[in-house]
């Protein structure tokens, strides 16, 4: 291809056999982009997932550790906020991290363990007592989107610990 007069091609002139190159560059830098936005999007979704994770945790515990077994001599586990309602039992914990579960979060797949580690005999025969210890564990299985990564799930998980206040 000769150019005309006074104009030239900005490459130079083409050679037979490579116009297409130029679409089959474009189409692999596409592929590249898009999986490094999608990357960054199911990176940023698995951050979101974890620090979700690592709060409930925190707020079980803090929960279970303002409703022990004493609560009810100062009348602040009354029944009258659903953060008071009576002596903490796991089944509670469960139900009140499923209950702080934000959008994106699959509640149902929640699981959540409360313990109270330190044992009836240390603590006047029953681990709910002030002074005692409870410990929450929370965990959620998380799959990423993007189809290069493993399609298996993986577990996030957190564990708090607290000493009992009531």
Request: glycine residues 10%; hydrophobic residues 40%.
């Amino acid at each position: 291809m000769i150019p005309r007069a006074g104009i030239s091609h900005p490459s130079g002139p083409r050679r037979s056999g490579e116009g297409g190159n130029a679409l089959v560059e474009s189409a692999v830098s596409i592929v590249v982009y898009l999986l490094l936005l999608f990357g960054i999007v199911d990176f940023g979704r698995a951050l979101y997932t974890y620090h979700f994770v690592s709060e409930a945790a925190r707020e079980a515990t803090r929960w279970a550790a303002v409703n022990g077994e004493t609560c009810r001599d100062d009348n602040s586990c009354d029944g009258t906020s659903p953060m008071n309602d009576g002596p903490a039992s796991a089944a509670n914990v469960q139900a009140y991290v499923q209950n702080i579960a934000p959008p994106g979060i699959d509640p149902t797949k929640l699981t959540t363990v409360a313990s109270w580690p330190s044992g009836a005999s240390i603590c006047g025969g029953n681990a709910h007592n002030p002074g005692c210890t409870v410990e929450v564990t929370v965990s959620y299985p998380f799959n990423f989107l993007v189809p290069m990564i493993d399609a298996t799930d993986i577990t996030l998980s957190s564990t708090s610990q607290m000493v009992i206040a009531h």
